[in-house]
Structures are given as structure tokens and as C-alpha cells.
């Protein structure tokens, strides 16, 4: 992969959505880091700044509204996108995520053909600094 890549992290504890979403990407020539739980994605951001997060928000043990707080305490992490990515579509599920301080929201099942265009549509949201 080439190192100028967008370098995406995608927290997600269940491993078909982890593959179906390597899949889109690796077409996309984007490049993806995967956590499986929250301690996994804490590591990972301790020693990488990701260009973007997608996080699932039903996470085992901490779940993906408390590590976008936890991530939006690491200086590092500062103006980094964090999208949900999320099966909860119930009415208030998406403000909830807002103001939990993701940028984005994007409902599952999947959009395969829409989720390229949304991931780089949030990139280029964070590169021009709004």
C-alpha cells in the first residue's frame, strides 16, 4: 500500500462487517486498520493518527459512544472525522451520536456502492476544516 493513502480505522467487533468493509475499501485504494473491540482501538491510536474513524456503536464491554468521548480527549486524535457506523436507527439515535462527538452518521446494512462517496466526502470535509 502506498503510505500516502488515506489511512482509515475501523472500530467493529463483528468480523463479516469487518470484511465486507476491508472489501470496498481495498477497491477504493484506501487504506484500513481494524479494531475488534475498544482496548484494541486505544492501542492502535496511541502510536497512529488515523485520516478517519468508523465506529460501530454496539461495541462489547465500551461501546462506541464512550470511545468517541475517549477519543475526543487525545490531542492527537484533534480534528480527526469519527463516523458512526451503526445498525441503531431508532428516532434520536443519530443526534445521540452527534453529540457524543461523531461528525457523521451512516446506517447499516452497508451501502456498498454509497460507502466509498461518503467516506471521502467526510475526508474532504476535514481537509478544508469544517
Not at 465500551?62 to 477519543?71: E, I, K, P, W
Amino acid at each position: 500500500m502506498n503510505d500516502s493513502l488515506p489511512v482509515i480505522l475501523y472500530v467493529e467487533d463483528n468480523p463479516e462487517n469487518r470484511l465486507l468493509v476491508r472489501r470496498i475499501l481495498m477497491v477504493e485504494d484506501l487504506k484500513l486498520v481494524e479494531a475488534e473491540n475498544a482496548a484494541a482501538a486505544m492501542k492502535i491510536v496511541q502510536t497512529l493518527r488515523p485520516d478517519l474513524v468508523l465506529m460501530d456503536i454496539n461495541l462489547p464491554e465500551v461501546d462506541g459512544l464512550t470511545l468517541t468521548a475517549r477519543f475526543r480527549e487525545i490531542p492527537n486524535l484533534d480534528g480527526v472525522p469519527i463516523i458512526a457506523l451503526t445498525a441503531n436507527v431508532m428516532r434520536g439515535d443519530r443526534e445521540r451520536t452527534l453529540e457524543a462527538g461523531c461528525d457523521g452518521y451512516i446506517q447499516k446494512p452497508i451501502d456498498v456502492d454509497a460507502l466509498p462517496q461518503q467516506i471521502y466526502k467526510f475526508l474532504k470535509q476535514a481537509k478544508s476544516g469544517y
